[in-house]
């Protein structure tokens, strides 16, 4: 009659330490299993440390700022007195912004309603998932079929005389077309290695931001064009 | 040699019988007991005990879902105590903001507090969701974590543009007033969103009341529904992602 070893509980203290684990792993199964080498560490303390770090380097720098800057307050509304120009929040003056070139209903419903359903279905269009380097294996038609876009775009938007997102639309051109045939590190590198759903949210990006810091800084009385450093905006 | 230790103290209270009672495990001495702390808590155990050390890395998420949540903690922590001071009437709405400048100890600090940490929550909030694409973090099984995160984005939004209305100043007034006659463009429904959102035809007390209990009440409960969501998906779904493995992220992983 032989006897069977003693079971004994081994407790590890290396906090990077893994122990060995055998798994079967389906080929379409989560990425976080399709790794082995990976080194893990302790969520306490590595983890939970950070998060409080990065809550407490939060909280100090908004309360500098509090005690630097003042949040606005102007005068009690006043339902029959309009100011000149009338603005809304930053984060919506980009919208506010188009309205001056774009009837209301595509300015304020048509656009936005488009770039949240565009936004909500990113994940579910096979081109965001599968898409490589934009130019890898592409030819002239493509260089051919790409500067004809951008051509029309331009064309559309400089007959509305939306100049704010005609010009972005052409630097963001000229971007794509520096990143063609360059490859390695460096700014021009990584342009080479979007894809093609990237550089179509980098273009919403440029022109959401120009639109932005057009309506923020340089609109006055009238919707009119002001330059920032020239106008006195409070009397 | 005669430094203080408090480790006898320490030892003491974790010995008694209260202690024991709120914290079932010892000090995190131990790796039994490090993984204790997360999942015998509530609120610690939406983490795994272990992480990916890669996932630490500053470049990995930037945090900046991690600042986005920080400004939502700061933003209810300074905006239960200016409820305390907050009127959603008409004209006293307006005379709150002029007793928090002049009256209230701190009131100042306070609104200014709140305010920059909502616009800093709506520019991280879109700086994490460009993160999220750029490493192309969306992919499955991701793909819904996604969504709800547009959901969370707009419910930021509404969350931000409500509080906007609330001082009843000027700028909240005619601020709103812009984004209000925007939804009036809406083709059949405008008029009648425009409407109920107002409680009228135009921006009225209705309107201050109604903003203020979105902003105080609908929003915020929203916004701690489809944030739990999102924090326990991302669990779900094998942690924060960063770059990805096969695309740029490949360089970085030669590096280390």
Not at chain 1, 21 to 28: E, F, G, S, Y
Not at chain 2, 44 to 62: A, G
Not at chain 2, 131 to 145: D, I, K, L, S
Request: with cysteine.
């Amino acid at each position: 009659m032989s006897t069977l070893p003693p079971l004994t509980a081994v407790e590890s203290n290396d906090p990077v330490g893994t122990p060995r684990r055998i798994a079967l792993v389906r080929p379409d199964t989560r990425p976080s299993v399709r790794r082995t080498e990976e080194r893990y560490v302790m969520t306490f303390p590595h983890l939970i440390l950070r998060e409080v770090i990065l809550f407490q380097v939060v909280v100090i720098l908004l309360s500098l700022a509090a005690l630097v800057f003042n949040a606005p307050l102007e005068e009690m509304a006043n339902p029959v007195e309009t100011p000149n120009p009338a603005k809304a929040p930053w984060y919506f003056l980009g919208l506010q912004e188009l309205l001056h070139y774009f009837p209301p209903v595509v300015a304020g419903v048509l656009l936005p309603g488009l770039v949240v359903v565009a936004l909500v279905v990113i994940p579910y269009a096979r081109v965001n998932l599968t898409a490589g380097p934009f130019w890898e294996g592409k030819g002239r038609g493509t260089s051919l079929t790409v500067a004809g876009i951008a051509a029309a775009l331009f064309l559309f938007l400089a007959a509305f005389r939306c100049w704010a997102i005609a010009i972005p639309t052409l630097l963001v051109t000229a971007a794509l077309f520096a990143a063609r045939g360059t490859q390695g590190p460096g700014f021009r590198g990584a342009l080479s290695r979007l894809s093609l759903p990237q550089w179509i949210m980098t273009w919403f990006v440029v022109v959401a931001t120009v639109l932005t810091v057009i309506g923020t800084f340089f609109r006055g009385p009238g919707w009119s064009w002001v330059w920032p450093w020239l106008s006195v905006t409070h009397p | 040699m005669n430094t203080i230790s408090l480790a006898p103290l320490e030892r003491w209270l974790r010995g008694t019988a209260v202690f024991r009672s709120i914290v079932r495990h010892g000090a995190s001495e131990t790796n039994r007991n490090r993984s204790l702390i997360v999942f015998e808590n509530l609120f610690l155990h939406v983490h795994p005990v272990k992480v990916r050390e890669k996932t630490l890395r500053f470049s990995h998420t930037y945090w900046l879902g991690g600042v986005t949540l920080a400004c939502a903690v700061l933003l209810v922590a300074t905006g239960v105590p200016l409820m305390f001071y907050y009127h959603p009437s008409v004209p006293q709405a307006y005379r709150d903001m002029k007793e928090l400048q002049y009256v209230v100890d701190n009131g100042v600090f306070l609104r200014n507090l709140h305010r920059w940490a909502a616009h800093l929550m709506v520019f991280t909030a879109f700086l994490h969701m460009l993160r999220v694409f750029y490493h192309g973090a969306f992919r499955p099984p991701r793909q819904f974590n996604w969504v709800i995160g547009v959901v969370l984005l707009i419910v930021t939004l509404l969350l931000s543009y409500t509080g906007y209305l609330l001082p009843w100043d000027q700028l909240a007034f005619w601020g709103v007033s812009v984004g209000t006659n925007m939804a009036r463009e809406a083709p059949v429904i405008g008029e009648k969103i425009r409407f109920l959102l107002l409680g009228g035809n135009m921006v009225s007390e209705n309107a201050l009341l109604r903003f203020y209990v979105l902003h105080c009440v609908v929003l915020p409960v929203g916004l701690l529904v489809f944030l739990a969501v999102h924090f326990w998906r991302i669990r779900k779904d094998g942690g924060v992602q960063g770059p990805s493995d096969d695309a740029a992220g490949s360089i970085d992983e030669a590096g280390s």
